[in-house]
Antibody, heavy 123, light 108 residues
Framework: EVQLVESGGGLVQPGGSLRLSCAASGFTFSRYSMNWVRQAPGKGLEWVSSIGPSSSRLYYADSVKGRFTISRDNGKNSLYLQMNSLRAGDTALYYC????????????????WGRGTLVTVSS | EIVLTQSPATLSLSPGERANLSCRASQSVSSYLAWYQQKPGQAPRLLIYDASNRATGIPVRFSGSGSGTDFTLTISSLEPEDFAVYYCQQRNNWPPITFGQGTRLEIK
């Protein structure tokens, strides 16, 4: 079955750190760009970060630049998001999402999503 | 950053009716616009990309149109399962890619 499964969310204090993971299965993970998109409770969607198939290209939203780091391990079919210096405004459901394009073609549309993992930043 | 404004915020219609959802961009995004559907407790689902291309498995009652700054998602005849929140997303000037704030389609 083609799927993405996120994990690693939880409750963390302001200023703390968390590492999210996304396990991919059912498709050739190494051929796709991957993304993190978040959704604050009751709010809309916000793009967070993207990584190319070979990790050579990384992109971040201004709101997380310098605090979050995206990475991937193609051997383990896994995507990661290291989140440091967390703030209350980072509280959200974090989705892992696959790019529609394959190999070197980057579509910037998201055709496969996980169910999300909830990050709550609160003291 | 390109801002996408969706209207109306809430649309109340009955099954069988036609729905037109609007998305307006603060500057031209050419045809680089997508539509997603999100039901409560679920992840978003890609419906339309590049303004008018249906994603794999999407029913033909969903169609997209527009270019430049004005776009429309049309659902020709609403089914009970179509009542959800719909988001538009642009990828013309990336990064960042941006989403609209959403339109809630509710049963009248």
């Amino acid at each position: 079955e083609v799927q993405l499964v996120e994990s690693g969310g939880g409750l963390v204090q302001p200023g703390g750190s968390l590492r999210l993971s996304c396990a991919a299965s059912g498709f050739t993970f190494s051929r796709y760009s991957m993304n993190w998109v978040r959704q604050a409770p009751g709010k809309g969607l916000e793009w967070v970060s993207s990584i190319g198939p070979s990790s050579s290209r990384l992109y971040y939203a201004d709101s997380v630049k310098g605090r979050f780091t995206i990475s991937r391990d193609n051997g383990k079919n896994s995507l990661y998001l290291q989140m440091n210096s967390l703030r209350a405004g980072d509280t959200a459901l974090y989705y892992c999402a696959r790019d529609l394009g394959i190999d070197t073609y980057w579509d910037w549309y998201f055709d496969l999503w996980g169910r999300g993992t909830l990050v709550t930043v609160s003291s | 950053e390109i801002v996408l404004t969706q209207s109306p915020a809430t649309l109340s219609l009955s099954p069988g009716e036609r729905a037109n959802l609007s998305c307006r961009a603060s500057q031209s995004v050419s045809s680089y616009l997508a539509w997603y559907q999100q039901k409560p407790g679920q992840a978003p689902r890609l419906l339309i990309y590049d303004a008018s291309n249906r994603a794999t498995g999407i029913p033909v009652r969903f169609s997209g149109s527009g270019s430049g700054t004005d776009f429309t998602l049309t659902i020709s005849s609403l089914e009970p399962e179509d009542f959800a929140v719909y988001y538009c997303q642009q990828r013309n000037n990336w990064p960042p890619i941006t989403f609209g704030q959403g339109t809630r389609l509710e049963i009248k």
